[in-house]
């Protein structure tokens, strides 16, 4: 499953308390999107956000460089510092010890060791703690709130509709219908 720019749009309106996710929030949020001129992240972030996705997310998932860009574009001014903050805290404690980048380093299976010799999969996420702590919470777990809150991430999960998503009478009726057969 492929990840694109209109999935992220998806996942802003339904996030972002728009009204209902529908295709028209997206057409809108698309012609905004399109008049910015000034991207809040640079591309070295959007590459190490997608190497962290790439580590974070179900293997199943290819992300693109357009979803991490059109997420993270749409974020508030201070959301984007810190998440840009945390980028280059890691990436330099990456580079000293490792001698690359998070997102230059040769595998995933290197990156996932990094987070790892981090504590990033143990400690609670912080906006303002320690650095593992600020990874999990502007990297980590943004990354899969903008995953999940997509309709095809939010299918990973079992769940047909997120939130806000206006999704139709069948998946609820197929559901309702499921569950009275069990009984």
């Known amino acids: 499953m492929k990840l694109t720019r209109r999935d992220a749009l998806k996942a802003l309106a339904v996030g972002g308390g728009a009204a209902g996710g529908s295709l028209a929030v997206s057409e809108i949020l698309v012609s905004e999107t399109a008049q910015r001129n000034n991207p809040s992240v640079s591309s070295q972030d959007v590459e190490t956000l997608q190497a962290v996705a790439d ?3 179900p293997s199943e998932v ?4 357009e979803f991490i860009e059109t997420y993270t574009n749409r974020l508030d001014d ?11 805290q890691l990436d330099r404690i990456t580079t000293t010890t490792y001698g690359d980048r998070f997102s230059e380093l040769p595998s995933r299976t290197r990156r996932e060791q990094v987070l790892r010799s981090l504590g990033v999969h143990r400690v609670p996420s912080r ?3 320690t650095l593992p702590e600020r990874v999990r919470y502007h990297l980590v777990n943004s990354l899969l709130y903008a995953l999940f809150t997509t309709p095809k991430g939010s299918m990973l999960a079992g769940i047909e509709n997120p ?3 206006g999704g139709g009478f069948a998946p609820y009726r197929k559901t309702n219908t499921q569950s009275s ?3």
């Open 55 to 57: 580590v974070v997310y």
């Open 62 to 65: 290819t992300v693109t460089p």
């Open 78 to 88: 201070d959301r984007v510092s810190s998440l840009t903050t945390t980028i280059s």
């Open 127 to 129: 906006a303002d703690g």
């Open 163 to 165: 939130r806000g998503h």
């Open 181 to 183: 057969d069990d009984e």
